[in-house]
């Protein structure tokens, strides 16, 4: 019979999802999901006014097609900025008090910011940003770890109509300045040094290599802690005025550009709206994560990830308290985050499932030396989380009364596509379904709605938080999204229903694995070779092969020492759990997986590295030392 999690009784009664549904007089969370994606106007006109998004001017209507689906704008008529969501609106009452954000350093030093002083700093450098002549629409980088000048500097420059463009402060020379070229920034905001897993790393070098010959970089602004040479942040920020008027902006002016990695060498800038960047965290964070004004909401992630913009706006947005950290939480030991846990009390912890597995893998010791009892939700995103470790999460970090929230959509969505709410049973690592107001299916090659198939993720209708396009690439946008389908939007990722109608993600449908011409998700086969107690994580190609067209091919780091016959025994586990047909051909051990800052394992990397073929833009890799680990590991084998 198959497992479920079932919702505890006070936490579907006290759910903010609960709370609407009895105020529309519906009777349960799937007749809300329902409504929302059948009455689709009636639903993303009535959000903002659920999520207190406060508007200069309100909307006539709700969304334009004139242009096309690819298009679409939303709010027509209507006057907003997010910054003022996230700060004025809270002015004079009771949030003004509250906790905006905690921030602890990779030392242990913390610093928490009030509304109240988040809103006078915000106001500051955004009065200096515009005495500089900062103009609506020109872009500002920020090559910075998680700070809390990171917080101000994002939110200054959406007040005054720029456009912030956080760039992963883990990128080398090149990386950063294929992002300030493409972006076009003329100031750029940074920090001298940054500290990562004891490491001091000197950003401010690197940013100067990067922009060497870029004659419209005016201005390198450093948040200084050694004492560096250049513009301090601290004298700029002081320039400015106590208060600077935010820019009443159309809803769909340009919020933020982030970039995301191709499979090319060039990164995609994908521009997300002032309206998209408010309504769909809001959104999410509400209903989904559940999160109320006593909540510490924490996601751990970093600025130059969408989940860093989605946690500051949408908590932000709300009201609410959320904590973010500089530096790795597993250092400088394997309890770091465990014990911020305990000290304030997190009540809402995300990650990915690369972060989950390496908590999996330092055991359950280092969470229960700590009182982690006030988790009440989880979540995850970043990648598909195999069902072991989703047990192993629910068990020892939510001791089966904190739900799973496993969510996934894209930097392109700026939220999710596919997520459960808090009130639902859960089968393990699910994504229940869709979002709220999102339309979204699983397609076969056809086009033809599928189900207990793997499919394609798509979405059928546009949604306010969808990016504006790629940054001066609008082709390469309808490239990559609509173009498959016609008036369809195709996300990238494989999607399967089960016959209960739960949603499963897959990966990325250009990870897909073609053995004799079927068809195998790496995830499926990650699954089982994950449930192995000497495994900490694997990755799964299809290699080229003379017979089936492509071979499975796993790369696995194992916990401990190795004993004899492992890989013979992995590979009879997937044999007999998928079939002899998907019987990994090749099994490799290596040090580590290349994966992402957000924890996405590159497994177009590793098949580069096994073809012998160029391996394209890897500017986002957190450990590129692992590639050479996975060469040594084919070359001995």
């Known amino acids: 019979m198959e497992e479920f999690w079932h919702p505890p009784q006070e936490l579907v009664e006290n759910s903010n999802v609960m709370r609407v549904v009895r105020e529309l007089g519906l009777e349960s969370y799937e007749d809300l999901l329902r409504r929302s994606i059948e009455d689709h106007e009636w639903f993303w006109g009535w959000l903002p006014d659920l999520l207190g998004i406060e508007w200069f001017r309100p909307f006539d209507k709700v969304v334009d097609y004139s242009e096309g689906v690819e298009w679409a704008k939303w709010y027509i008529g209507g006057l907003i900025n997010a910054t003022y969501n996230v700060l004025d609106k809270h002015m004079g009452s009771e949030v003004e008090r509250r906790t905006a954000f905690i921030w602890q350093g990779e030392d242990g030093s913390v610093v928490e910011y009030s509304y ?73 905001f940074t920090t001298d040094v940054s500290y990562r897993r004891g490491r001091r790393i000197d950003l401010l070098s690197t940013l100067r290599d990067a922009v060497k010959g870029l004659d419209y970089v005016e201005d390198i602004i450093i948040v200084k802690r050694a004492g560096s040479d250049g513009t301090d942040y601290r004298d700029f920020i002081g320039e400015g005025g106590s208060y600077q008027r935010p820019e009443e902006l159309d809803p769909n002016h340009p919020a933020l550009l982030l970039y995301s990695s191709g499979t090319t060498g060039k990164p995609k800038g994908i521009v997300i709206s002032h309206i998209g960047a408010l309504i769909q965290p809001s959104k999410e964070i509400y209903f989904n994560l559940d999160l109320k004004p006593e909540d510490l909401f924490m996601w751990i992630t970093d600025i130059g990830w969408m989940m860093g913009p989605w946690q500051i706006i949408g908590v932000g947005n709300l009201g609410g308290t959320h904590a973010i950290m500089e530096g790795a939480p597993d250092y400088p030991g394997p309890d770091r985050i465990w014990r911020f846990v305990a000290e304030h009390r997190v009540t809402i912890l995300g990650g990915s499932a690369t972060l989950f597995r390496m908590f999996k893998k330092y055991g359950r010791s280092y969470v229960e030396m700590h009182d982690t009892s006030s988790i009440r939700i989880l979540g995850n995103t970043g990648e598909p989380i195999d069902e072991d ?36 049973p859960l089968k393990p690592s699910t994504v229940y379904g869709p979002g709220l107001g999102m ?18 993720l798509v979405c059928k209708t546009p949604v306010p938080s969808m990016t504006r396009g790629f940054w001066r690439d609008p082709e390469r946008y309808l490239k990559t999204y ?19 109608g739960y949603w499963f993600l897959l990966g990325r449908a250009d990870d897909v694995i073609k053995i004799a011409g079927k068809r195998l998700g790496p995830a499926e086969v990650e699954t089982i070779l994950n449930s192995h107690p000497m495994v900490a994580e694997s990755a799964c190609i299809g290699a080229p092969d003379p017979f089936k067209g492509e071979k499975l091919v796993c790369f696995v780091k194992t916990v401990g020492e190795r004993g004899p016959g492992l890989i013979d025994e992995l590979r009879d586990m997937v044999g007999e759990r998928l079939g002899k047909p998907f019987r990994p051909e090749e099994i490799y051990i290596v040090p580590d997986l290349p994966r992402t800052r957000s924890g996405k394992i590159m497994r177009r990397v590793l098949r580069a590295i096994y073809t012998d073929s160029p391996v394209g833009d890897i500017s986002t890799l957190e450990n590129p030392e692992a590639l050479e680990g996975v060469r040594e590991a084919l070359r001995h084998a």
């Open 482 to 500: 609509w173009s498959r389908w016609e008036g369809i939007w195709y996300h990238g990722d494989w999607a399967y229903i089960d016959g209960d």
């Open 116 to 188: 109240r002083r988040l809103y006078s700093e915000v106001n500051r450098l955004a009065s200096a940003l515009k005495r500089r002549g900062v103009e609506r629409g020109e872009t500002i980088a920020m090559y910075m770890p998680m700070m809390p000048e990171t917080v101000v500097i994002l939110l200054a420059a959406m007040r005054i109509g720029a456009v912030p463009t956080p760039i992963f402060s883990g990128f080398g020379r090149e990386a950063v300045r294929t992002r300030v070229e493409d972006a076009h920034s003329r100031l750029i």
């Open 389 to 424: 470790t989703w047990r192993w999460v629910m068990e020892v970090i939510g001791r089966w009364r904190a739900p799973m929230i496993n969510l996934s959509g894209g930097t392109e969505i700026f939220g999710c596509l596919v997520l459960p709410s808090p009130t639902v």
């Open 439 to 456: 339309d979204v299916d699983v397609f076969n090659d056809e086009g033809r709605p599928v189900r207990e198939e793997v499919g394609y």
